[in-house]
């Protein structure tokens, strides 16, 4: 047959081409503004999409706006097609994505390296999900005699403590919630800068020398 034979005569060289190609384009290194939308804020998306990015040594920023958290991102499309799908794989358990949009950028912008960055501000197109329980981690540091949080009732982490009942504006940071007058500690500051930290970007972090205080 005709296609059979069309087939047939195109040269082996010009597939090969082709093949190259499609895999020069794959793997040429570009960017890509990627927004993510949902109850993505307060919920530990930021400092999971900093260690997706991390661990595929991707270069480029993630931050808080008015519209959720939008992500820049730089490397090839093959790597940035695993980037999305890990952070779909990934959503953090207080989390809820209900949509990711990507648009790729003409300009290659310069990063040397993947960075959470300050919030933006802008239009309110998001929102902050409700309270969460006591995660098991931090009950577990309530209740160990030895560790500096034990019996502290405000102990918190990315997994769980105030969200919408101490936020005051969006987009959501520490200085726009109750926890503003609250300085950090040494300590609890290395908790927030640490990415291996369960307390990564914590923004109600806090401990019985640094954060509010129960007495009955």
């Known amino acids: 047959p005709s296609s059979i034979l069309s087939a047939r005569l195109i040269p082996a060289w010009c597939v090969r081409c082709t093949e190259m ?35 595929l040594s991707l270069c480029g ?12 991102i730089q490397d090839s499309a093959a790597e940035i097609d695993a980037f999305i799908d890990n952070i779909s794989a990934q959503c953090p358990p207080l989390a809820r ?74 987009p959501y940071d520490r200085a726009h919630t109750s926890m503003q007058p609250f300085d950090l500690c040494e300590r609890c500051q290395q908790e927030y800068n640490d990415p291996g930290n369960r307390r990564f970007h914590a923004q109600p972090n806090a401990c019985p020398d640094c954060g509010p205080q129960l007495r009955l």
Do not use: W
């Open 21 to 55: 190609n499609q895999a020069e384009t794959n793997f040429k290194t570009h960017t890509e503004i990627i927004r993510i939308r949902g109850l993505v804020q307060g919920v530990g998306f930021r400092p999971t999409v900093y260690r997706i990015a991390q661990q």
């Open 61 to 72: 920023e993630v931050f808080n706006d008015g519209a959720g958290v939008q992500v820049v």
């Open 97 to 170: 994505i209900d949509s990711i949009h990507r648009d790729a950028v003409s300009e290659l912008l310069k990063y040397k390296d993947f960075s959470i960055s300050a919030s933006q501000s802008g239009t309110i197109q998001t929102g902050i999900i409700p309270d969460a329980a006591t995660c098991a981690e931090c009950l577990q540091d309530i209740n160990n005699p030895q560790n500096r949080r034990t019996d502290y009732a405000f102990t918190n982490c990315t997994h769980c403590g105030p969200r919408l009942s101490i936020v005051k504006q969006i």
